[in-house]
């Protein structure tokens, strides 16, 4: 097909239109009515008297006729009916949409009114003719919004049933403004501007937001019947079993310590403290030590005291080996005792400290074997220094007397004679007694924090004298104590008692010009509170060591500086 200029006379006879259409409302001669179905078409030339419009976008140019045998549905089922299918509005479903035009009236056109003879519009001879207005017909409709789908302004109609309308390309909907349906269109069915017809409904596809939701349920949908059926499978039983429960391996780790942490303290001590079992006759009692120089082993008085001099002592050291031991000296009053046992087993020395660099809050540690549990360590730290403690019974031969290092470090019946050390494995100390809220009957109730050690200066003199004489020198003064005075400080008795002299003559007291009544304040910068704790800090002094007394007489304070004596010896009991 090809566009050519034409005449406005052969422009008017090739657009096919009805008589309603021309302005002078005439019907119009056969010649002007006639349509070579081998000629160009009307829309590919301009109207003369209008302005010139291009065609439509979608309708091709410069292809040859369509194959008369195109099938029916060639697309334009998803735009709406064909055009020239029912293009009058109201055209008969039955009949072609426009046949060829014959020579006079003798065209056959199916416009949408029906065929009527003698009109003109007919197509037998015969037919009566319908005047312009009868039947529904309107002769000044002139069909202008029905021409192109795309909305423009359309002047020729002519549709020839020898060339049908080219289809649209497959899948035409949504694929540009050109295939939109135009604006301000009709809107009946089988048009462009109006919903499809019922016997060609408009196919589309789902959107994607749909298809994406729909896979979203899916999903989860898929998820959770997932779980319900795992849960269901692998529910533990009534019993509360549960086959595959595991809690995991163990996490890795070193158990290398620190060498002034507990632990760090504790390995290197331990191998040195031993556990001590005594039977002697009727009793039996149990406690702890702790390995010196020379293969000894240094304890409390009061652990070994049942043996005498028929019992037994077994002593276990940490790497539970065992061997007995015989008993090198006792000091009652220190509550101090050395044993020496038949093999050590290669167990190593402890090292003593210095108790007089010892301060409150220092941490300490205490090793032995409380009720029987060897090898048990507590900490703690120092409490109080100088603490002054009576173990034993009052006015007993047998009574003890400490000026003793106080700390929270757990000590119980068992303890006792075992180590107290400090940070550097160091020993300061002697566990020897316990403050307890009552005795219970056969024995102590356990620790409430309160544990009392012999200094460890007091013990290393007092463990050198056994081990060399077999006894311990008893540091004195030479004054008696009036038990009576309730005043500040401790009052010299002023009376002779039971034979003695207030002050012994020619005694430490009297050679430092200390008479009976003085009242003695301090010693060595401590403030005294009572007789008991004077009798412990002399008690732990080693004979010979010096002294500075504050005392106070006539109301006077002076000082005096005293040297500590030795208590003359007791003669030991012999039998008759």
Do not use: C
């Amino acid at each position: 097909m090809t566009d050519d200029a034409r005449t406005s006379h052969e422009a008017h006879d090739a657009e096919g239109r009805t008589p309603s259409d021309f302005t002078d409302g005439g019907h119009g001669t056969p010649e002007s009515r006639r349509a070579d179905s081998s000629g160009p078409s009307g829309a590919d030339l301009p109207r003369p008297d209008g302005p010139e419009f291009s065609r439509p976008e979608f309708l091709p140019a410069g292809e040859g006729p369509f194959q008369a045998d195109r099938p029916r549905d060639d697309g334009w089922s998803q735009l709406g009916a064909q055009p020239g299918r029912a293009r009058w509005g109201g055209g008969r479903r039955d009949q072609p949409e426009l046949l060829r035009h014959d020579d006079g009236h003798g065209d056959r056109r199916d416009d949408g009114y029906g065929v009527r003879p003698g009109d003109g519009y007919g197509d037998r001879p015969g037919d009566r003719d319908v005047p312009p207005g009868e039947g529904g017909r309107d002769p000044g409709f002139t069909g202008e919004h029905w021409g192109d789908p795309s909305g423009r302004p359309r002047h020729d109609t002519a549709v020839f049933a020898s060339q049908p309308a080219p289809p649209p390309p497959a899948q035409a909907f949504g694929m540009g403004p050109g295939w939109a349906p135009p604006p301000g269109g009709p809107s009946g069915p089988g048009s462009f501007g109006g919903p499809p017809p019922a016997s060609a409904p408009v196919r589309r596809g789902p959107r994607t937001a749909t298809l994406v939701v729909l896979a979203l349920m899916i999903a989860l949908l898929a998820s959770t019947l997932g779980s319900v059926g795992t849960y269901l499978l692998t529910k533990p039983s009534g019993s509360g079993r549960d086959p595959s429960f595991s809690l995991g391996g163990a996490p890795t780790g070193s158990n290398t310590r620190a060498p002034d942490s507990v632990a760090g303290v504790a390995s290197k001590v331990l191998p040195s403290v031993v556990s001590l079992a005594v039977e002697g006759g009727a009793s039996s009692s149990t406690g702890s030590g702790f390995l010196i120089k020379g293969g000894y082993v240094v304890t409390n008085n009061h652990v070994v005291a049942n043996a005498g001099t028929t019992g037994q002592i077994q002593i276990q050291f940490n790497n539970r080996k065992s061997t007995s031991a015989v008993v090198v000296g006792t000091d009652p009053e220190s509550d101090l005792a050395v044993v020496k046992p038949a093999e050590t087993f290669g167990a190593p020395e402890i090292t003593l400290g210095n108790s007089d660099n010892v301060v409150v809050g220092d941490p300490v540690i205490a090793i032995g074997s409380p009720l029987g549990l060897t090898g048990t360590v507590t900490s703690g730290i120092v409490s109080s220094l100088n603490r002054p403690v009576q173990a034993g019974e009052e006015n007993s031969t047998e009574a003890t007397w400490l000026s003793a290092v106080q700390t929270d470090a757990a000590i119980n019946p068992g303890n006792s004679g075992g180590p107290l050390v400090n940070v550097n494995g160091e020993v300061i100390g002697v566990n020897s007694a316990i403050a307890t809220l009552g005795r219970s009957v056969g024995g102590q109730s356990g620790s409430i924090g309160l544990g009392f050690a012999i200094p460890v200066n007091h013990a290393r003199r007092v463990a050198q004298e056994l081990i060399t004489t077999g006894k311990a020198k008893k540091s004195r003064i030479g004054v008696a104590i009036d038990p009576t005075y309730q005043g500040v400080g401790v009052r010299i008795a002023t009376e002779s008692r039971q034979g003695a002299q207030p002050v012994e003559p020619n005694g430490p007291a009297a050679q430092a010009g200390l008479k009976p009544g003085d009242v003695i304040l301090e010693v060595e910068g401590v403030v005294l509170q009572d007789g008991n704790e004077l009798i412990a800090m002399i008690r732990n002094r080693a004979p010979g060591e010096k002294l500075s007394v504050k005392y106070q007489r006539g109301g006077q304070e002076s000082t005096a500086t005293v040297t500590v004596g030795v208590a003359p010896e007791q003669p030991s009991p012999k039998p008759s």
